[in-house]
């Protein structure tokens, strides 16, 4: 079993609607969450980041994680074609532990 | 762009071939990481150096030999390699510190490399 699972897709959704993207995790030493957007042939950028349980939400950006079912989500309202690239979830265990497990990735199209 | 540089953005080599790879980070972080991104495959880390010592080798093979000469760069030096090798090669850096939400990775675009 991988340690952070995630559906690679390809996700296809017209704009304005909602996007929900998935991770969930067998590690309950995590503690950290992350999700990286990368767009094609660039690096990933650290799109949120949020410690243990709770929402944090960020302009049209919401994270969500549920540690009790090793869950986290990121929602996207209001979805715009900018946003069309691969969604990565990241997470770490405690502090001083560099080491981040990534997901495969989320590839994500919003159509005009 | 994040403050994460690297060079050359793309490769192409033999497998008799010698390269290297170059990562420079312009945000005052004292942390580098190599990973390796293939398709349809988690991001995999390769190495971490913290304070120019590596911490981390995370079993790389030995024809990826890493160098990291001061806080700012990080090298990759590449020799026999093999076609699964081909794969995006990200840097990325860090701020070692006191506080856990500084420990935040932030990557460079990367090297696409190809072994034929």
């Known amino acids: 079993q991988k340690e952070v699972e995630q559906d690679p897709g390809p996700l296809s959704v017209p704009e304005g609607a909602i996007v929900s993207l998935n991770c969930t995790y067998s590690?309950?030493?995590?503690?950290?969450f992350m999700w990286y957007r990368q767009y094609s042939r660039k690096g990933p950028e650290l799109l949120m980041y949020?410690?243990?349980?709770g929402n944090k939400e960020d302009g049209r950006f919401t994270a969500q994680v549920d540690k009790s079912s090793k869950y986290i989500s990121l929602f996207i309202r209001d979805s715009q074609p900018s946003d069309s690239a691969t969604y990565l979830c990241?997470?770490?265990?405690?502090?001083?532990?560099?080491?981040?497990?990534f997901g495969t990735g989320t590839r994500l199209t919003i159509i005009p | 762009e994040t403050g994460v540089t690297q060079t050359p953005r793309h490769l192409v080599m033999g497998m008799t071939n010698k390269k290297s790879l170059k990562c420079e980070q312009h945000?005052?972080?004292?942390?580098m990481y190599w990973y390796k991104q293939s398709a349809k495959k988690p991001l995999e880390l390769m190495f971490v150096?913290?304070?120019?010592?590596?911490?981390e080798n995370n079993s790389v093979p030995s024809r990826f030999s890493p160098e990291c000469p001061n806080s700012s760069h990080l090298f990759l030096h590449l020799h026999t390699l093999q076609p699964e090798d081909s794969a995006l090669y990200l840097c990325?850096?860090?701020?070692?510190?006191?506080?856990?939400?500084?420990?935040?990775?932030?990557f460079g675009p990367g090297t696409r490399l190809l072994v034929l």
């Open positions: 990325a850096s860090s701020r070692s510190s006191g506080s856990p939400h500084q420990e935040t990775q932030y």
């Open positions: 590690n309950s030493a995590f503690q950290y």
């Open positions: 949020t410690y243990s349980s």
């Open positions: 990241a997470m770490r265990a405690g502090f001083g532990n560099e080491k981040l497990t």
């Open positions: 945000l005052g972080h004292n942390a």
């Open positions: 150096y913290n304070f120019k010592e590596q911490t």
